[in-house]
């Protein structure tokens, strides 16, 4: 064991303290969420484009219903909103049955593209009306003066 004192053989440089600024009380802080999220504008964009795309993927998807044959359970293409029901090609899904099972089948499907067309169509209309009235609504860029 060492009882003597070590000593100091150069001499000691100190750094710098860094010298502490206030941050400015004229600008904010800057916001972190604000580099990912989207501003209202762009938000309800978003949301038009978003409603266009799915009422016109509604309206052109085919619309189908259960078979009610128990012995070949399955379902029946009806066609989309924009065609309707088409007699021929639904009598041959079905095996060319007689007419009043392929009238309840008219029916049926008649009813279930009137319920898709119930929400598929406003969704595209709103849609579109959303995306042109962005394009026609314009933010003021500078200060309004009322005068």
């Known amino acids: 064991m060492n009882t003597e004192p070590d000593l100091a053989s150069q001499q000691t440089v100190r750094q710098p303290v860094p010298t502490y600024t206030e941050p400015s009380t004229d600008d904010p ?3 972190p969420l604000a580099k990912i999220m989207l501003t209202p504008r762009a938000f309800w ?3 038009a484009v978003v409603a266009l795309l799915l009422g016109l993927l509604l ?5 189908t219903v259960a078979n009610a044959d128990a012995d ?3 379902y029946v293409t009806c066609g989309n909103t924009i065609g309707g029901v ?3 090609p639904l009598a041959t899904q079905l095996d ?3 007419e009043d099972v392929l009238a309840t089948y ?3 499907c008649e009813s279930a593209i009137a319920t898709r067309l119930a929400y598929s169509w406003p969704l595209f209309f709103a849609g579109a009306l959303a995306i042109v009235w962005s394009g026609v609504v314009r933010r003021p ?6 005068g």
């Open 59 to 63: 309206a052109l998807l085919p619309v």
């Open 86 to 88: 088409e007699t021929g």
């Open 141 to 146: 860029t500078g200060p309004v003066s009322r």
């Open 45 to 47: 964009a978003v949301l």
């Open 106 to 108: 008219v029916g049926t």
């Open 96 to 98: 060319r049955p007689d």
């Open 72 to 74: 070949a359970p399955g």
């Open 29 to 31: 802080p800057a916001d």
